[in-house]
């Protein structure tokens, strides 16, 4: 399967796409602030009946706090084309997306967002299994985020690099990402991969809608691609 991840292009993805790594973000540095939430006054048993969280069961619900603290995460989405996604995580579509091909396997591991309009709730007991827990609520946003078509890979630490998920196949460039910055990350990329894909938005004509168009040749970047907000 493949994944998308949007950058802005700086000192620092720079340094990932030269080194291949990802870095694992925190998410309460997100633009999201409702991230890790969850809804803890009641416990929710499977029958939807709810009773006061009992003493335990707020220690438990602390703890539980403490620990997914710690957590980072590395975003993705299932869709390249989303023209906010562009105007959000791609620096206003002067940055990249980074084209992943994940195996089978490792999706196991990345995890789609479910979208919702209540905080999630889980039911912390003795026996509870934390991870899963954690599995859910780190995946858990509104539905205003829906677009996003979002998948997390959740780790047990942030602000920290780790390997790419899968092979880097494509790196897709922004309607209006500079022409110097193409070329200087598309030879950092041909050095890695020479079989890597290069490619680069585009505005239609006619429709509020933007298209890919790729090169053949690494070697050889269209002039046309110094035009910002080319269209085709």
């Not at 790729?214 to 269209?231: Q, S």
């Amino acid at each position: 399967m493949k994944l998308f991840r949007f950058q802005a292009i700086n000192k620092l993805t720079l340094q990932n796409l030269n080194n291949q790594k990802n870095w694992i973000a925190d998410p309460y540095e997100f633009n999201d602030p409702f991230e890790f939430s969850l809804y803890d006054k009641l416990f929710i048993d499977d029958y939807g009946d709810s009773r006061p969280l009992t003493q335990i069961e707020t220690i438990n619900i602390n703890k539980f706090r403490e620990e997914i603290n710690d957590y980072g995460v590395v975003c993705y989405s299932s869709d390249y084309t989303n023209k906010l996604l562009w105007s959000h995580y791609g620096d206003q579509h002067k940055g990249m997306c980074l084209v992943f091909e994940i195996s089978k396997e490792k999706m196991e591991v990345i995890y789609k967002v479910n979208y919702q309009q209540r905080l999630p709730e889980i039911n912390i007991t003795d026996d509870s299994d934390t991870f899963d827990d954690i599995v859910k609520i780190v995946t858990t946003k509104s539905t205003e985020w829906k677009y996003e078509n979002e998948y997390r890979e959740v780790f047990l630490s942030k602000n920290m690099l780790d390997d790419y998920p899968g092979e880097l196949v494509e790196i897709v460039f922004g309607c209006r990402t500079p022409f110097e910055d193409i070329k200087m990350l598309t030879d950092i990329a041909v050095s890695k991969n020479k079989e890597i894909l290069i490619s680069k938005m585009v505005i239609s004509n006619s429709e509020y809608n933007l298209g890919n168009m790729r090169i053949g040749d690494n070697t050889k970047i269209p002039e046309v691609w110094k035009e910002n907000n080319f269209k085709f």
